[in-house]
Structure formats: C-alpha cells, structure tokens
C-alpha cells in the first residue's frame, strides 16, 4: 500500500492547524503585552507575578506606581508627549526591576511591579521616575507616585490593594482620594 497520497492528504490540514496555532499564540503574546511600552499588561503580568510571589514570598516587594498630574501632559503638550512619558516611565520601571522582577502598565498611567530584594533599591527608583523626558528638545518634568507592600498571604491581589494604599498616601498635597 502506497502511504504517499495518504500522508500528502493527512498534510494540508495538519499544516493549517500548525499555522492557526502559530498565529494563535502571537496573538496571546501580543495581548499579554502593551503596544506602546511593550510591558505586560494586567492579564499578563497576574500570572507571572503570581507565580514570582509563590516562589519568593520572603524577597518580594510589590509596587503600584502613578504619574503624578498626567493629564495636564496631555492637555498641555499633546498626547505624542503624554506617550513620550508613557514609554520613558515603561524603561525606568523595567530597567529597576531588572532580570529577576516584571513590570506591567495596567492602564492609563498606571504602572505595576514585582521585583526580588528591592525594598531597599526603592530610593532608586524615585529618582529614575523623577528624571526629565526630553522629547525633541521640549523637555518635561515628570513625578510619580509609588506605593509598596510585602506579600504577607501570597496574595497579588492584597498586596497590590497594600501598594495602593501605600501610593496614595504618598501623593503631592496629600490627596488620598481613591481612584475614579
């Protein structure tokens, strides 16, 4: 018996399967990942910062971080700048956490975080977001708000409510309304 046209016929199916399953998963990965600063979004980062904490309960800080008066960016200089803040505030965070934490822009201009051993880099990490973004010679001053906590029950979802609180404690002016 001769298997050649069996298996040619049995190929093209299991070629399409292969290239929707390709697809499929660049898909996922596209969704996991926000397309202006390439960091991981909230589905993304869950997950990943789940499995951090469980591994690491005893090394890991938490973080939640705003910028502070955003959208006068935006409203002032346009939102090609507000961006431009976006994607310098993506690096900064990034580049603290380093290989062995992750950084996710939740929304807007919210940022989170969990990184090892960092609780004392924290200092660190103010003056980075502090620093001024020059967009083609217009060059702007940016703050953020960070607020951290510790895993105390290996539960993302608490300790990013611990950070929050954190962060808005530690807003200019002292405001500690909750967020719209």
């Known amino acids: ?73 935006n409203d002032t200089h346009g939102h090609a700048a507000g961006d431009a803040v976006l994607t310098a505030t993506a690096h900064r965070l990034n580049a603290w956490c380093g290989p062995n934490g992750l950084a996710a822009r939740l929304g807007g201009d919210e940022f989170a975080a969990v990184a090892l051993d960092s609780a004392d880099r924290l200092p660190q990490l103010h003056t980075a977001l502090r620093q001024p973004v020059d967009i083609g010679g217009l060059v702007l001053d940016v703050s953020a708000s960070v607020g951290a906590s510790r895993p105390a029950a290996l539960l993302l979802t608490e300790a990013l409510s611990a950070a929050d609180r954190d962060m808005y404690a530690h807003k200019p002016g002292g405001r500690t309304s909750r967020r719209r």
């Open 1 to 73: 018996m001769d298997l050649a046209p069996i298996l040619a016929a049995a190929g093209v199916p299991l070629l399409g399967w292969t290239t929707h399953g390709a697809w499929l998963a660049r898909r996922l990965a596209t969704a996991r990942r926000d397309p202006l600063t390439g960091l991981l979004t909230r589905d993304g980062f869950t997950t990943r910062a789940e499995r951090l904490i469980r591994s690491h309960p005893d090394r890991t800080t938490v973080l939640l971080v705003d910028l502070d008066d955003f959208k006068t960016v």
